[in-house]
């Protein structure tokens, strides 16, 4: 798998609750902000905060079993600090925030800096920030040697096809996108690139964790061993309006199709 030193990085929000509501988490991380994270381990786990959420970031991880446990430290790391402020972690993708916890600046921003659309090939327009409605992301990052953009590029559209396309059947939000995590969301990274039309729902079962891992390994090598054209030029288009209209009949006709093709290469 690592002939390429591929690597991979997260970095989930999560929500908090008390038994009532989602409440805001901020300044229960002791300072972890987005332009400086706390960390919490030698190895580069940190947390921060995001709007009204917890944010952890994981180090690069080159197999499955570090990508699970890291996950896993970051999750119980939180966990015991929403804990002891009252608090516990939400599973909860999405949610119409009661407004008295989107009182501050940091409630009422929307992302730090600009996403893109490899589809359309712009900028990704951020949402209106007079809106109660938050959701929690799960980004996805992958790092390779000798980044490309092109190659980034074809990353992304792999990405769709073998992560977030399937992805419709495991995570039951439809509100997400509303707001963010459309088909082709992306950031360029100097390390490689960072996809962004996943929510967290994979965070919160150690086998959706083995399967983010496991597709997104397959959409990079996909690319890195030059088997993805094919696919990126039959299904791109229609991989792209499956995500952003949630189309599950169009999902299901495309992933049957690939699979034919490629001898069930996608799980669900």
């Not at 919490?40 to 952890?56: C, K, P, T, V």
């Not at 446990?69 to 909860?92: M, Q, R, T």
């Not at 030029?233 to 792209?240: A, M, N, R």
Request: with cysteine; net charge negative; glycine share 6%.
């Amino acid at each position: 798998m690592n002939k390429f030193n591929i690597t991979l990085g997260a970095d989930p929000e999560i929500f908090i609750c008390n038994d009532k509501e989602i409440v805001s988490a901020e300044g229960l991380t002791d300072g972890g902000t987005k332009h400086s994270p706390k960390k919490i381990s030698e190895e580069g786990h940190a947390i921060q905060e995001d709007g009204i959420m917890f944010e952890y970031n994981i180090p690069p991880c080159k197999t499955e079993d570090e990508w699970v446990n890291a996950h896993k430290f970051c999750i119980d790391y939180l966990s015991i600090l929403a804990d002891v402020n009252g608090f516990s972690l939400s599973d909860k993708v999405s949610d119409v925030i009661n407004k008295k916890y989107l009182k501050s600046a940091q409630a009422t921003t929307f992302g730090c800096e600009p996403d893109f659309n490899v589809y359309l090939k712009s900028i990704n327009e951020p949402p209106s920030n007079n809106t109660n409605l938050r959701c929690a992301g799960g980004h996805i990052a992958f790092g390779y040697e000798n980044p490309d953009f092109n190659i980034s590029e074809k990353i992304v559209k792999a990405f769709d096809i073998f992560v977030t396309l399937p992805a419709l059947f495991k995570d039951n939000d439809t509100r997400r996108r509303e707001l963010y995590g459309k088909a082709g969301s992306f950031r360029a990274k100097e390390f490689g690139v960072e996809c962004r039309a996943l929510s967290n729902f994979w965070i919160h079962s150690e086998e959706n964790m083995r399967w983010a891992y496991r597709q997104s390994i397959k959409a990079i090598e996909a690319v890195l061993n030059d088997e993805i054209d094919e696919l990126i030029k039959l299904y791109s288009e229609q991989v792209k309006e499956a995500i952003d209209t949630a189309n599950l009949e169009l999902a299901k006709e495309i992933l049957n199709n690939i699979n034919v093709k490629k001898k069930e290469l996608i799980t669900i």
